[in-house]
């Protein structure tokens, strides 16, 4: 394939997984992956490299909307950045050391997971009571709600942060968001409201990827004429999908969406299996 | 009147609400900007590189390694200087990642105008961690 039409369709495809990603809030950047690897047969740390910097451009871009509507919960965010980083540059240097068959086996995995919690029933509200080193720490807050504001109060902050280390090694190690261990992190550990967890969890992941993407870089990861297609690509798809989420009914087409990243879980699972990377 | 109006908030821990919103709107501000910015130069820089490369053959299925000039920030500045699409995709792509560092830079000031020293520690240990991973490794 020659590289306009091989830009082309990466650009398209792209599209498409950006706008599913926003529309369902499970973020494009966990099927950009499986899509280079699998159709397209990138080398997955070309196709990783490439999915990290979509990944950081979407959550970018999200985030400058969610932030401004008052829903995430910066100090929440940045603390547990501390826990995501560290544990970014602890994935980015296993991604050089692992081979690509093993990769591709925990890849599987996360998807198959990710598609598994995709459809939970989640908190509204917070924990009643506060914990003392959640308060010490400022991390309580509130939200709107119709108007009004609503305080939430942040339980079982060692084991929140224990999880996002885990969040951040599997970004680092996977090029991608982890958007549903970090909200799960939150939602369950840290009994934080989800509208709070879904947004906080976006406003981290950008910074997350960061973390990864020098080492990503010095490692020669990130092809510019891959990354550029898949970027633009996926950007545009996950505003299309921000503007037209008001309108679209979206519990359908997030469970055909779970289904398409399972059958991609398996997929790369028994890719990885048989050695076909 | 007496002027005990509300003056402070009766936890002194906690700001005042209309300080979080004015450090959200600005860090939104700055988010959009830099992923628009970035976007803007990765379309010019991939529109110069369909332009003259669009014959050529794609290469991703087995890894190379990017070239060792597409590593660095003097590297990417030199070449896209010249005019070497690529490297004008790739200097998009460093202001893609500068985007969400700008934003902790941002968090440290603003904690520091607001005379949080708790999250002033807090996010320069995140500004650490980033600059160690972008620039000393």
Known sequence: ?277 | MPNSMPKAAPNPSRRPAADDAQLDIRISLLLRTGVLTSAFVILAGGILYLLRHAHDATHYKTFHGVPPHLHSLSGIVTAALHGDSLAIIQFGILLLIATPVARVVFSVVAFLLERDFLYVVISTIVLLVLLYSLIWH
Request: charged letters at 10%.
């Open chain 1, 1 to 277: 394939m020659n590289a306009l039409d091989f830009s082309l369709l990466v650009a398209a495809c792209s599209f498409a997984a950006g706008l599913l990603g926003s529309l369902t809030g499970l973020g494009g950047g966990v099927v950009i992956v499986p899509l280079l690897a699998l159709a397209f047969h990138v080398d997955i740390h070309y196709a990783i490299g490439a999915s990290l910097m979509a990944v950081i451009a979407t959550s970018s871009g999200a985030a400058a909307a969610y932030v401004r509507e008052g829903f995430s919960n910066i100090r929440i965010g940045m603390f547990l950045e501390i826990a995501t980083t560290f544990g970014a540059i602890f994935g980015a240097y296993l991604a050089t050391i692992t081979p690509t068959r093993g990769i591709a086996i925990v890849f599987g995995c996360i998807l198959i997971f990710s598609a598994a919690i995709s459809n939970r029933r989640r908190k509204p509200h917070g924990a009643d009571t506060a914990d003392s080193l959640a308060t010490r720490l400022r991390l309580n807050g509130s939200f709107p709600v119709s108007g009004e504001k609503q305080s939430y109060n942040v339980r079982r902050v060692p084991l929140g942060f224990g999880l996002m280390f885990g969040a951040g090694t599997l970004s680092g190690l996977l090029g991608i968001g982890s958007g549903a261990v970090k909200v799960l992190a939150m939602d369950e550990a840290m009994q934080v409201p989800f509208k709070v967890s879904t947004t906080t969890s976006n406003f981290m992941i950008g910074v997350t990827a960061a973390a990864s993407a020098g080492i990503y870089l010095s490692r020669g990861y990130i092809d510019p004429s891959l990354v550029m297609p898949v970027t633009l690509g996926v950007l545009a798809g996950s505003l299309v999908g921000a503007k037209l989420l008001v309108r679209a009914r979206t519990r359908s087409i997030r469970i055909v969406f779970a289904i398409v990243i399972a059958a991609l879980g398996v997929e790369m699972i028994f890719s990885g299996i048989t050695g076909r990377f």
